[in-house]
């Protein structure tokens, strides 16, 4: 709470200009505090767990459980066939009450399927980037909106690289650091890139992200996501950038084993 002089100190003209002072001090030391963000990482295997029942109720549990700020969601229907038709990010969107952004990537089954975000601020702006490989079968994307955090903008954006051929997972990470570079001297705003990238922290391909990212599991190695029955190898992650802008605070993975054949990746990160 801000301590206000008493009213007779005030009708002096010096002390209205201490007091102005203070009040713009003040201010710029709220401007200059830290946002933080709870971010979950989450391929929900279009809402099938590892029993084979697709049950969307279970995984918005899972996520309800983080109480997220942000979530990239990767394999997600949108009133296909096999899932009954429903739009999956508009029913996690309501079962979360988080917004809901769907990022179309193929055709499926008489509906669409792709990858979405789920946020608790405003989204705009979003964008759909094409990703090198086999664009005769599941050329992959990446999906990017701008979020409004309070009075911060920031980028955010959902992936998921090929999971069987490390050459195309190499031209996916190249064509991610020169997209968002591009991105990040257009509108100079922070950036979270969370997905599913089919990459131990090892291989090439996130060695060449790490050129211009950060990685919130950077170091660790007990961040193993895949598979959910049994985790054996990380191929989940939450990155940033500019690495001096975003500090990491916590990251874990979420020891939930059944709802989808991944588990999620949750960190809280910082903002300066």
């Not at 505090?33 to 279009?46: A, D, F, K, M, S």
């Not at 190499?170 to 950036?191: D, I, R, Y």
Request: aromatic share 6%; with cysteine; proline share 5%.
């Amino acid at each position: 709470m801000l301590c206000r002089p008493p009213m007779s100190c005030l009708r002096c003209p010096i002390q209205r200009v201490f007091a102005a002072i203070a009040l713009l001090s003040f201010g710029a030391g709220l401007s200059a505090q830290e946002q933080t963000l709870r971010v979950l990482c989450y391929n929900i295997h279009h809402g099938e767990g590892v029993d084979g029942k697709v049950d969307l109720i279970r995984q918005a549990e899972v996520i309800n459980s983080c109480s997220p700020d942000l979530v990239a969601l990767q394999e997600v229907d949108d009133k296909t066939e096999r899932t009954g038709r429903i739009d999956q990010t508009a029913r996690l969107a309501e079962l979360t009450g988080l917004n809901g952004r769907f990022v179309h990537q193929l055709d499926f089954e008489g509906g669409r399927y792709g990858q979405a975000i789920l946020s608790k601020f405003p989204i705009s702006e979003v964008t759909l980037h094409w990703l090198p490989g086999m664009p005769d079968r599941e050329r992959r994307i990446a999906g990017a909106v701008v979020v409004q955090v309070n009075d911060l903008k920031l980028t955010f954006v959902t992936t998921h690289l090929h999971h069987n051929n490390e050459s195309f997972r190499q031209q996916q990470s190249s064509q991610l650091n020169q997209v968002f570079a591009k991105h990040a001297e257009t509108l100079g705003l922070p950036m979270i890139l969370a997905g599913d990238l089919n990459a131990t922290p090892d291989s090439q391909p996130l060695r060449t992200l790490r050129e211009e990212w950060q990685s919130a599991t950077e170091g660790q190695a007990d961040m193993l996501t895949f598979p959910a029955v049994k985790p054996e190898r990380q191929l989940d992650y939450i990155l940033t950038r500019p690495k001096g802008r975003i500090a990491v605070r916590s990251v874990k993975v979420i020891n939930e084993h059944v709802a989808s054949d991944h588990c999620p990746l949750f960190a809280e990160v910082a903002i300066q």
